[in-house]
């Protein structure tokens, strides 16, 4: 396992492309990096300290709890994963992971409300905790520390900006005997799934228009890139051609 220092962490954000005063959004595994000497804490002070104070971090700090093992009858009936919801105020560990919830906690990150709530910490933090949309508008960067596309929150604003088609939809959209046993005041569950991985497609693409750089930092496959190109290309794939890009036959809606 590779052991991983806080100086290795800062030059690793530079070297990738991270520059003071950028605006970031972040999503990152503990764990990816091997052993970092000093835990999550390590990881946030490396990220603060490389955009400084006029530069802003963004992070999800979805009111979600770890998940929690499916039973066979579970997954019999579509479900694909379950998380609890949390309560406005807790302070327990969250879904989103150690780093995630080591910067919710800083006394100096704005927190935001609401189970999708996100947290920010520099440059006019306050207004970046409902949401990843203020971050796009002013073409800030996306970074993935060990983590995929699927981690990468400011996506689903793609979703906010075209509605997806009903007959996509619905192969995600829990039914109403699933609502009933897992409300959604007590549960996020995930059902069912489309024969493409739409995300994916998007990256692929990202990723051969050069979009992103990327690069090891301790043992974690590291990926940084404009969030609002790689959301546009999404954005423009649900106007165009929905269909194609979750694998779905098109059907009169």
Not at 37 to 58: F, K, Q, R, S, Y
Request: hydrophobic share 40%; with cysteine.
């Amino acid at each position: 396992m590779t052991h991983v220092e806080r100086t290795d962490i800062e030059q690793g954000l530079r070297d990738l492309g991270v520059a003071a005063g950028d605006s970031v959004e972040a999503h990152a595994s503990l764990s990816a990096f091997g052993h970092v000497n000093g835990g999550a804490p390590t990881v946030v002070e490396a990220l603060t300290c490389v955009v400084g104070e006029d530069g802003l971090v963004v992070m999800s700090a979805y009111r979600v709890g770890p998940p929690v093992p499916l039973t066979d009858a579970e997954r019999a009936r579509g479900l694909t994963w379950k998380v609890p919801i949390l309560p406005e105020d807790h302070d327990e560990k969250s879904g989103m992971g150690a780093i995630a919830d080591e910067f919710r906690r800083r006394p100096d990150t704005a927190l935001g409300t609401g189970v999708h709530r996100t947290c920010a910490w520099g440059n006019d933090a306050p207004r970046h905790t409902r949401g990843y949309r203020r971050l796009l508008a002013q073409d800030g960067w996306a970074l993935l520390l060990g983590v995929g596309i699927d981690r990468c929150s400011s996506m689903h604003e793609a979703e906010q900006a075209v509605d997806i088609p009903p007959s996509i939809a619905r192969l995600t959209t829990p039914p109403d005997d699933i609502l009933r046993d897992y409300p959604e005041r007590r549960w996020a569950v995930g059902y069912g799934d489309t024969p493409r991985d739409a995300w994916r497609v998007v990256w692929d693409e990202a990723v051969a228009a050069g979009l992103v750089r990327t690069r090891l930092i301790g043992d974690a496959t590291c990926h940084l890139f404009r969030a609002r190109a790689v959301v546009d290309i999404y954005e423009e794939h649900l106007r165009v051609d929905p269909y194609g890009l979750f694998g779905v036959e098109p059907t009169a809606e």
